[in-house]
């Protein structure tokens, strides 16, 4: 207890007196010795390069605390310089000021002076350590790229095998030898005592997870089986896999652990057990891998194994190198195990890339693009890892053992990503479709889309790491990333980006919360029609839409004031080639705000007739009576001319032309026709239907019934129910209803019984 009260006054002491340290500003002494160590070692270029990393390291702290001291006092220093403006320019030369001014203006300018000191001193320490960081960079760089053109000696010598067998025999030997000092140890036999209960535990429950793991993850993945769709099955298999991999790493870990505590090893051992985890873990890789290449009907059982034959020689490479480097092998030793390691990869390689040019079958619902697409890039890929595997034997058998080396692995692990990201990405759109439950729609959504964007962008820095990129760069770009780009007065840095994302996309979330609220809960209870419920909603959803652009900006720092000269150039842009489209925006506006049309309308635009579906900023979309949807810009509703047959109610009128033969009653047809059209129960009695009596046509005599219905939408039902009643009325009383007769003449007849001249036969 005593003990842990005295680390906890420790570690407050370092607390405070890093704060105190943090307050006073950097130590610029301490940062001068710092700086001229590291010029010294840069000068000489003789440190290694773990050296070199730790200055660096050291340097780059040193650049970071300059960076925060560089804008320290900022806020006070605006204010005093906006005090000194305050007081107005100096004096010219031989005019008086009061003293007052004088002596106030004096001390602002010995504040500013004393503020500004530190900050320019600042300044100009961060360049020093910027270019010194920089200058370690340039020389691990060289060093990197002078190691991967260095040739050393070929493992193609016989004579150099049986040294390089007999000093991996010799590793062993040490390694079991160190295992055999260890047990042989009383005390080290009494610890172990003392211990065995703990790693009995840790055995059983690593063999618990190790061996069942699959049964617990397959109990509980039974609620994605239930659904019994494609995507669910995937789902399912994606987590029982991934959730099996995970508890056996777990698993491991424990035997490790176990291990550890027993202390049965030497200094080799402990390189091993230290090792092993990475080890392992691609190893697990691999085999996870190939479990889900399995499990594709198209892949071949070579590709599978393969897969878990570049895994477990990357393992044991990665297992052994810190063995290998303990006891301190020769070039010549190194140069044979890495190619053997190198010749066995390239095997593995060889046939991931042979299996990663074969065209799959076509996909159940797989558009032909996205064959087409998946189908280049995995080609492309696999002509790749065909080169590689040919390429770094060969180099491996010219000398270049690191060439080789940083080719071919790199090559196999960022395989593996790729192939790990691909069944990410698939389980990513599962689970759309799974909680969406629309299937296939669901998958090709732009959630997953996002979703799968983002995972892959996070791992760029994997694939790097991979390639031999140092972490000292990796960071480094980060923090140029970080500080953003300027464009004028404006920075424009990640961390603004994502907060104008986040907050556009909760703006449009709030907005689309009230419009759906305004729209089934409120609205709804008003008096208002469907037209001016529509309006309101789609007004408030384009100012939502507006005032979210506007914060979301503004709270990412973006001076909007700095937008202007973009703002004048855009006016321009509109006026000489975007008129088309302000106009219809403006016109849709003046729809929603007026509205002549609604929703729901019949009405007829440009020689097309239909019912209004959607009222929309730029255009409207009108479904005709052959249900196809026709876009009409919004401007020809404001400048042309609409017929609107239901604006405000549904009554309309209707003409059903009727024509009779030539000797026909007319008063009895026009008093039948008027019968027929006041028995319908669609008529309005008030003002009540009227029969015309056109005229004489060249065929009949030409009557029309004009009737006004109570609902115009169902005019041609009413139609054709009027001509029906109309047919059996004029057939029971014999009126006859005509039809056109023509009388042909048939100019030089001869031609058709034949002469002389010519026969018809």
């Given at each position: 207890m005593v003990r842990c009260v005295f680390v906890w006054l420790a570690v407050l002491a370092v607390w405070v007196t890093t704060a105190v340290a943090q307050s006073n500003g950097p130590d610029f002494d301490v940062w001068s010795t710092t700086a001229m160590r590291a010029e010294r070692a840069i000068e000489n270029a003789q440190a290694s390069d773990q050296a070199l990393t730790t200055l660096r390291a050291e340097l780059d702290g040193w650049r970071r605390e300059f960076a925060e001291a560089r804008t320290a006092n900022s806020t006070r220093l605006a204010t005093l310089n906006e005090q000194l403006a305050a007081l107005g320019a100096a004096p010219a030369e031989g005019t008086t000021e009061p003293a007052v001014i004088s002596e106030r203006r004096a001390a602002l300018t010995a504040e500013i002076d004393r503020l500004g000191t530190p900050r320019l001193a600042a300044i100009e320490a961060f360049a020093r350590a910027d270019g010194l960081v920089g200058e370690i960079d340039g020389i691990l760089d060289a060093r990197q790229t002078s190691a991967l053109l260095a040739r050393g000696p070929s493992p193609l010598d016989p004579r150099a095998w049986w040294p390089a067998a007999a000093s991996v025999g010799n590793?062993?030997?040490?390694?079991?030898?160190?295992?055999?000092?260890?047990?042989?140890?009383?005390?080290?036999?009494?610890?172990?005592?003392?211990?065995?209960?703990?790693?009995?535990?840790?055995?059983?429950?690593?063999?618990?997870?190790?061996?069942?793991?699959?049964?617990?993850?397959?109990?509980?993945?039974?609620?994605?089986?239930?659904?019994?769709?494609?995507?669910?099955?995937?789902?399912?298999?994606?987590?029982?896999?991934?959730?099996?991999?995970?508890?056996?790493?777990?698993?491991?870990?424990?035997?490790?652990?176990?291990?550890?505590?027993?202390?049965?090893?030497?200094?080799?051992?402990?390189?091993?057990?230290?090792?092993?985890?990475?080890?392992?873990?691609?190893?697990?890789?691999?085999?996870?891998?190939?479990?889900?290449?399995?499990?594709?009907?198209?892949?071949?059982?070579?590709?599978?194994?393969?897969?878990?034959?570049?895994?477990?020689?990357?393992?044991?490479?990665?297992?052994?190198?810190?063995?290998?480097?303990?006891d301190g092998y020769s070039a010549t030793t190194l140069a044979v195990l890495d190619f053997i390691f190198v010749m066995v990869a390239a095997l593995g390689l060889g046939v991931i890339g042979q299996a990663l040019r074969r065209r799959p079958p076509m996909a159940e619902g797989e558009m032909t693009e996205q064959r087409g697409l998946s189908f280049a890039l995995r080609k492309y890929l696999g002509l790749g890892s065909i080169a590689v595997a040919l390429i770094s034997p060969a180099l491996a058998a010219f000398g270049y053992n690191e060439a080789a080396t940083q080719l071919i692995f790199p090559m196999l692990l960022s395989l593996g990503g790729l192939g790990a990201l691909s069944i990410v990405f698939e389980a990513v759109r599962d689970s759309f479709a799974w909680l969406g439950g629309t299937g296939s729609r669901a998958r090709e959504g732009l959630g997953p889309i996002f979703v799968n964007l983002c995972i892959g962008i996070a791992s760029i820095p994997v694939f790097a790491l991979m390639w031999g990129v140092r972490p000292s760069s990796l960071a480094e770009l980060w923090s140029k990333v970080r500080s953003g780009i300027t464009i004028g007065e404006t920075v424009i840095s990640p961390t603004a980006f994502f907060t104008l994302i986040i907050i556009f996309a909760l703006g449009v979330m709030i907005t689309r919360l009230v419009q759906r609220a305004l729209s089934v809960n409120v609205l709804p209870r008003t008096k208002m029609d469907v037209g001016a419920r529509t309006a309101i909603v789609s007004g408030l959803g384009y100012l939502g839409i507006f005032l979210a652009g506007i914060i979301a900006v503004t709270s990412a720092g973006i001076n909007l004031s700095s937008l202007a000269i973009v703002a004048g150039a855009l006016s321009v842009g509109i006026g000489f080639g975007l008129q088309n489209i302000v106009s219809n925006f403006v016109s849709g506006i003046i729809l929603l705000i007026e509205r002549p049309i609604s929703e729901g309308d019949w009405i007829e635009v440009g020689g097309h007739m239909g019912y209004v579906r959607d009222i929309s900023v730029r255009s409207t979309r009108i479904e005709t009576f052959d249900k196809t949807d026709v876009i009409v810009p919004n401007a020809d509703f404001v400048s042309g001319t609409v017929t609107n047959y239901t604006r405000g109610n549904t009554t309309g009128r209707i003409i059903v032309p009727v024509g009779v033969a030539y000797g026909s009653d007319t008063r009895k047809i026009q008093e039948m026709l008027l019968e027929i059209a006041q028995a319908h129960p669609m008529v309005l009695l008030n003002p009540g239907p009227s029969v015309v009596f056109q005229g004489f046509g060249a065929d009949s005599l030409d009557f029309e019934i004009r009737a006004i219905l109570r609902d115009v939408t169902w005019g041609l039902t009413v139609k054709t129910e009027m001509n029906h009643q109309i047919n059996e009325a004029f057939t029971k009383a014999g009126i006859e209803i005509p039809y056109a007769q023509r009388d042909i003449w048939i100019r030089n007849p001869e031609t058709l019984t034949g002469n002389s001249e010519g026969e018809i036969g």
């Amino acid at each position: 207890m005593v003990r842990c009260v005295f680390v906890w006054l420790a570690v407050l002491a370092v607390w405070v007196t890093t704060a105190v340290a943090q307050s006073n500003g950097p130590d610029f002494d301490v940062w001068s010795t710092t700086a001229m160590r590291a010029e010294r070692a840069i000068e000489n270029a003789q440190a290694s390069d773990q050296a070199l990393t730790t200055l660096r390291a050291e340097l780059d702290g040193w650049r970071r605390e300059f960076a925060e001291a560089r804008t320290a006092n900022s806020t006070r220093l605006a204010t005093l310089n906006e005090q000194l403006a305050a007081l107005g320019a100096a004096p010219a030369e031989g005019t008086t000021e009061p003293a007052v001014i004088s002596e106030r203006r004096a001390a602002l300018t010995a504040e500013i002076d004393r503020l500004g000191t530190p900050r320019l001193a600042a300044i100009e320490a961060f360049a020093r350590a910027d270019g010194l960081v920089g200058e370690i960079d340039g020389i691990l760089d060289a060093r990197q790229t002078s190691a991967l053109l260095a040739r050393g000696p070929s493992p193609l010598d016989p004579r150099a095998w049986w040294p390089a067998a007999a000093s991996v025999g010799n590793t062993l030997d040490s390694l079991f030898a160190g295992v055999r000092q260890a047990t042989q140890s009383p005390a080290q036999r009494e610890r172990a005592l003392d211990r065995l209960p703990f790693v009995v535990l840790m055995t059983v429950l690593a063999g618990l997870l190790i061996l069942k793991s699959r049964s617990w993850l397959m109990v509980l993945a039974r609620p994605v089986l239930r659904r019994e769709t494609t995507e669910s099955d995937g789902l399912a298999r994606f987590l029982v896999t991934t959730g099996a991999l995970a508890l056996n790493f777990a698993g491991l870990y424990l035997l490790i652990v176990a291990l550890q505590t027993l202390e049965f090893y030497g200094p080799r051992g402990a390189k091993l057990l230290a090792s092993l985890p990475i080890a392992a873990s691609v190893v697990f890789l691999g085999y996870w891998l190939a479990d889900a290449a399995s499990q594709v009907p198209w892949r071949t059982k070579r590709f599978a194994f393969a897969i878990r034959l570049a895994a477990i020689v990357l393992g044991v490479r990665i297992l052994f190198a810190d063995v290998f480097a303990l006891d301190g092998y020769s070039a010549t030793t190194l140069a044979v195990l890495d190619f053997i390691f190198v010749m066995v990869a390239a095997l593995g390689l060889g046939v991931i890339g042979q299996a990663l040019r074969r065209r799959p079958p076509m996909a159940e619902g797989e558009m032909t693009e996205q064959r087409g697409l998946s189908f280049a890039l995995r080609k492309y890929l696999g002509l790749g890892s065909i080169a590689v595997a040919l390429i770094s034997p060969a180099l491996a058998a010219f000398g270049y053992n690191e060439a080789a080396t940083q080719l071919i692995f790199p090559m196999l692990l960022s395989l593996g990503g790729l192939g790990a990201l691909s069944i990410v990405f698939e389980a990513v759109r599962d689970s759309f479709a799974w909680l969406g439950g629309t299937g296939s729609r669901a998958r090709e959504g732009l959630g997953p889309i996002f979703v799968n964007l983002c995972i892959g962008i996070a791992s760029i820095p994997v694939f790097a790491l991979m390639w031999g990129v140092r972490p000292s760069s990796l960071a480094e770009l980060w923090s140029k990333v970080r500080s953003g780009i300027t464009i004028g007065e404006t920075v424009i840095s990640p961390t603004a980006f994502f907060t104008l994302i986040i907050i556009f996309a909760l703006g449009v979330m709030i907005t689309r919360l009230v419009q759906r609220a305004l729209s089934v809960n409120v609205l709804p209870r008003t008096k208002m029609d469907v037209g001016a419920r529509t309006a309101i909603v789609s007004g408030l959803g384009y100012l939502g839409i507006f005032l979210a652009g506007i914060i979301a900006v503004t709270s990412a720092g973006i001076n909007l004031s700095s937008l202007a000269i973009v703002a004048g150039a855009l006016s321009v842009g509109i006026g000489f080639g975007l008129q088309n489209i302000v106009s219809n925006f403006v016109s849709g506006i003046i729809l929603l705000i007026e509205r002549p049309i609604s929703e729901g309308d019949w009405i007829e635009v440009g020689g097309h007739m239909g019912y209004v579906r959607d009222i929309s900023v730029r255009s409207t979309r009108i479904e005709t009576f052959d249900k196809t949807d026709v876009i009409v810009p919004n401007a020809d509703f404001v400048s042309g001319t609409v017929t609107n047959y239901t604006r405000g109610n549904t009554t309309g009128r209707i003409i059903v032309p009727v024509g009779v033969a030539y000797g026909s009653d007319t008063r009895k047809i026009q008093e039948m026709l008027l019968e027929i059209a006041q028995a319908h129960p669609m008529v309005l009695l008030n003002p009540g239907p009227s029969v015309v009596f056109q005229g004489f046509g060249a065929d009949s005599l030409d009557f029309e019934i004009r009737a006004i219905l109570r609902d115009v939408t169902w005019g041609l039902t009413v139609k054709t129910e009027m001509n029906h009643q109309i047919n059996e009325a004029f057939t029971k009383a014999g009126i006859e209803i005509p039809y056109a007769q023509r009388d042909i003449w048939i100019r030089n007849p001869e031609t058709l019984t034949g002469n002389s001249e010519g026969e018809i036969g």
